[in-house]
């Protein structure tokens, strides 16, 4: 089953002030989305962070400490919790919401690189467009956006890669086949990072890494996300029916700038994903695997070696080869899309290897590296000076006329692989073969009649039991175009359930 | 620190254009008006230079305030 999806919390400053409230201008950045007064729609239920997927359910995480303070200081606001949280559902089917201080937008779901990307690039422009309105409002440009994943004082803020697995996979096999992979994924997909910190603490100018979130990663696995995060996330929300799927939630990768990166973190890790369930993946176990993807980050040259619980060595490239082999002898020739990434992995470890110069506007750490040497040249400083980590930043800027990786692009000099087209497609609808434009379908056609919404499932008023649509086993793409071309046609949203229903029990 | 290994420091006067992209097209199934694959952005390319320019009206200190809360 091939369903994925991207979250991106972005970082936010506002420069027009001595003290800026984080809460306050990340809800202020949403709301001004809207055109609207705010109407809360969002339904929380189902989304608990507390359940593991090893089969238990934790008391605590350990943000809660802190989670409940900020409750209990943010009860004192002259607003309420949903008020807060000004979560969205757009007519693309993506949420966009104020999440843990960080505007985020999650994609609607995709079931091809095609549609991921266009998506991912429409939350950027969607996101630079509130900032736009904020600003206008504010009079000036004073509230700025940045898709990075740290501020370099050890506060980091994620973009996580979902994806939908069958619930039949066991989760010590997901996380045997994964853990090498996700360690070494970074050498493709890493944003790149100048100096080193760690959690709340310390900045070491000076170094350059491959990978914004490695030096975040404190443990193997865990239910956490925000303290003591794992490279292998165990939280349990499979926002489908729990009997059949889990969503795996990866949260150790980099928010990507380059398509291409995207393009390859997400086709890379689906194909990684299929290898495990066919008993194909190459059998590989790290002694540390923490260690290693702090290793391997720091690594630029792409020569260290990381230690194998046989004792032996392997580098990071080396264990990508044998997954990238492994997936050549059962993919190829599945279908275009799996060609493709099968090629341009292959293509881009052997130029990783060779000639990385050849993947400036193709993988973000190499791009960044370039141009960060190229200024410090120019400038003729050196790896100390703090201009270089205000660059770093600054590469991450979504606002097309600052923001470094977009003048590059705009140059002509980065890999595009969506046409302007597809973004602005992507901007008014979801994918036309997943929930998600049954969802962003629902929103632009009956808006006024929706009572709640979330990933599973839309509430419509009326009567005391709100009719639904339940979305939680609507993956089949020729199951999820009889729905749309039901709802499509349909007068109202009972006449569209009723015509789905119908449908449904003719088949059962 | 300077950088003692890695690949050679590459100026910026030599980064190889990317105008026309690789060969092999992203696969496109929905197939857009533009077509698939890789390729340089609508609109005008800004001379060579302006990266450089963006770069250097960068303020140093931009990271040494930036400032956020811990997410995700």
């Known amino acids: 089953m091939r369903l994925f999806g991207l979250e991106t919390e972005y970082g936010i400053t506002r420069d027009d002030l001595a003290e800026v409230d984080p809460v306050v201008e990340s809800m202020e950045l949403v709301r001004a989305h809207l055109t609207a007064s705010f109407e809360r729609r969002w339904d929380y239920a189902g989304e608990d962070p507390h359940e593991d997927a090893r089969g238990f359910r934790v008391s605590g995480l350990a943000q809660d400490k802190e989670e409940n303070e900020f409750v209990e200081r943010d009860a004192h606001r002259p607003f309420s919790f949903h008020d807060m949280k000004s979560d969205l559902v757009l007519p693309n089917g993506a949420r966009f919401y104020n999440d843990h201080t960080h505007p985020e937008y999650s994609t609607p779901e995709c079931r091809t690189l095609k549609d991921l990307l266009a998506q991912d690039r429409a939350g950027e422009r969607i996101v630079q467009r509130a900032a736009d309105r904020r600003n206008k409002t504010l009079g000036g440009e004073h509230v700025q956006l940045y898709k990075n994943n740290t ?10 890669d979902n994806y939908l697995v069958p619930r039949s996979i066991p989760f010590f096999r997901l996380v045997a086949g994964l853990l090498p992979f996700l360690v070494s994924r970074q ?35 865990s239910v956490d996300t925000m303290h003591n995060r794992p490279i292998l996330n165990t939280r349990d929300e499979p926002h489908a029916d729990p ?20 393009a390859l973190k997400v086709g890379t890790t689906r194909l990684v994903l299929e290898l495990i369930e066919r008993k194909a993946v190459p059998s590989l176990e790290l002694d540390q695997p923490v260690a290693a993807v702090k290793q391997l980050s720091r690594d630029s040259d792409l020569k260290g070696v990381v230690r194998q619980k046989n004792g032996s060595s392997i580098s990071g490239l080396d264990i990508q080869e044998q997954y990238y082999r492994a ?38 750490w190499v791009t960044k590296l370039w141009l960060l040497e190229t200024f410090m040249q120019e400038e003729r400083i050196g790896w100390d000076d703090p201009w270089l980590a205000s660059l770093d930043l600054e590469y991450h800027n979504v606002h097309p006329e600052r923001g470094l990786y977009l003048g590059l692009e705009a140059e002509g000099k980065a890999w595009r692989m969506t046409a302007e087209a597809d973004i602005q497609r992507a901007l008014a609808t979801g994918p036309a073969d997943t929930r998600g434009g049954v969802r962003g379908l629902c929103v632009r056609r009956f808006s006024d009649q929706i009572k709640s919404m979330q990933w599973e499932r839309v509430r419509f008023i009326g009567g005391l039991l709100s009719p639904t649509l339940d979305m939680s086993g609507l993956f089949e793409p020729a199951e999820v175009n009889r729905c749309l071309a039901i709802f499509e046609a349909a007068a109202s949203p009972m006449d569209a359930l009723t015509a789905w229903n119908e449908r449904k029990d003719s088949r059962s | 620190m300077e950088r003692k290994k890695g690949f050679a420091i590459m100026s910026y006067n030599t980064m190889p254009e990317r ?47 930036y400032r956020q809360r811990t997410g995700e």
């Open chain 1, 151 to 160: 501020d370099f004082h050890g506060h980091s803020y994620g973009c996580h």
């Open chain 1, 187 to 221: 050498m493709i997909t890493g944003a790149g990072k100048v100096g080193i910190e760690a959690q709340e603490s310390g900045f070491v100018p000076g170094h350059f890494q491959l990978s914004q979130r490695a030096d975040f990663m404190e443990t193997e696995l």
């Open chain 1, 243 to 262: 009997r059949k799927f889990r969503r795996l939630h990866l949260i150790i990768g980099d928010a990507n700038m380059c398509e291409y990166a995207t």
């Open chain 1, 327 to 364: 997936a050549v002898q059962t993919f190829t020739g599945l279908d275009e899309e799996t060609d493709w990434v099968l090629r341009e992995w292959g293509d881009t470890l052997t130029l990783l290897g060779q000639d990385r110069r050849r993947l400036i506007g193709k993988l973000d």
């Open chain 2, 19 to 65: 105008r026309e992209g690789p060969v092999d097209p992203m696969p496109n199934p929905g197939s857009t008006e533009e077509g698939g694959g890789p390729r340089r952005p609508e609109g005008d390319s800004p001379e060579k230079g302006n990266l450089l320019k963006r770069m250097k009206k960068v303020d140093p200190k931009q990271a040494e305030r």
